[in-house]
């Protein structure tokens, strides 16, 4: 074996932990993507990771009520599957809160009123009485049961069958893409204006602009809309528009983009913008045919960091935007769907995986130009 072919333990190392990361970032996802197409009793009754195992769940069915019972030879029954279509392994059941498992499977209990109730292991029931059954609630059955993995795309149909989904969907773009591409286009002149034109207190403007980088946003928040509801009144336009969102985050992206792409154009070679201005080109000139085409990696890293911040926003879309049918974005509309105590959370995972959608075409779109983006302004052309 020749001695090059031998690789050095830092080589092992460096490996291995890229393997360690992989794996770290991958779990979660795979966890919510198996959550996702679950049932949601197996959900709650065991971890993604039991997917493909039998889980013993406690559940709890209501029989029909008495509309549904029938007379069999001066006895009236009810009858059905605990399942309702679905499979399973009954091995204890019972008819109270208390007590739900008093009896095993198959056998025979005695309720109130010479009231008879028998489910089997499939899960078959059969509640018998002598006289006719009244109320409109059926009895309650406490079983445990041995469940297959089951599969299913009932979260996913929940989510997308949902009212205002799809107005929502499009709300949210109609905040994305313009707050994405109108401080592309303010920071990319004004990063131009700090790389290679002196003026004055530039050194000052930049100072300022990386100290505005650690600005909460939570903190900002109010103070400005209450600048922006005051400018609105004075000259007569209305408090919860698209135009107020898009200024908005327009404001929280500029420091980093401005940043961002300011290290990137000042990286640029100096004897490009030398040669242009000796052949007469303006400053407008170098920007938009010069320095704009060299500065796509910078731009395209921005956008992604940009469209992911405002396709998530919640925040900032529900104090500018409002909270209506027709204002709520998809954020909004998938916290309602929850429930105001999260009682529909078994849908989550899938809300998760539906909002990644067009993130996720973004990344991967724009992805080539990431990692020289992020590195931008590191290593100066010459």
Do not use: C
């Not at 002598?130 to 409109?136: D, I, L, Q, V």
């Amino acid at each position: 074996m020749h001695k090059g072919s031998v690789r050095s333990p830092l080589t092992w190392f460096v490996h291995l932990s890229v393997l360690f990361l992989v794996i770290l970032w991958t779990l979660p996802t795979a966890g919510l993507f198996i959550s996702a197409i679950r049932d949601k009793d197996q959900i709650v009754a065991s971890g993604w990771w039991t997917a493909l195992s039998t889980s013993t769940q406690n559940a709890i069915y209501r029989a029909p009520a008495a509309d549904k019972q029938v007379e069999e030879n001066g006895t009236f029954v009810i009858s059905g599957n605990v399942f309702e279509g679905g499979k399973g392994t009954v091995s204890t059941f019972g008819n109270s809160s208390q007590d739900p498992a008093a009896f095993e499977a198959g056998a025979t209990a005695d309720l109130k009123d010479d009231v008879k109730l028998t489910v089997e292991a499939n899960g078959d029931f059969r509640l018998t009485s002598p006289k006719a059954f009244e109320g409109t609630r059926g009895q309650r059955i406490f079983y445990t049961a041995a469940i297959p993995p089951r599969f299913t795309l009932e979260n996913y149909r929940n989510v997308l069958m949902a009212e205002g989904i799809g107005q929502s969907f499009i709300n949210s773009l109609t905040v994305a893409i313009p707050a994405t591409i109108i401080p592309i286009l303010v920071a990319a002149f004004a990063a131009y204006a700090l790389a290679w034109m002196p003026f004055p207190g530039r050194s000052l403007i930049l100072a300022v602009i990386v100290g505005l980088l650690v600005v909460p946003l939570q903190m900002s928040l109010i103070p400005l809309l209450k600048m922006y509801n005051g400018i609105g009144a004075f000259f007569g336009v209305p408090s919860k528009t698209y135009l107020g969102i898009w200024l908005a985050h327009m404001g929280f992206g500029l420091p980093l983009a401005i940043y961002l792409l300011r290290n990137y154009i000042a990286g640029l070679p100096r004897e490009i913008m030398e040669s242009a201005r000796v052949d007469g080109a303006s400053d407008f000139t170098i920007f938009t045919k010069i320095v704009l085409p060299l500065s796509y990696p910078a731009l395209a890293s921005f956008a992604i960091f940009q469209f992911l911040w405002t396709w998530n926003d919640l925040l900032v879309a529900m104090v500018f935007l409002g909270t209506g049918n027709d204002e709520l974005v998809l954020t909004g509309r998938l916290v309602n769907l929850l429930g105001s105590r999260g009682g529909k959370w078994e849908i989550l995972t899938a809300s998760a995986f539906i909002t990644i959608i067009v993130p996720l075409l973004v990344f991967f779109a724009l992805q080539r130009y990431l990692v020289r983006g992020l590195l931008a302004g590191s290593v100066k052309g010459g």
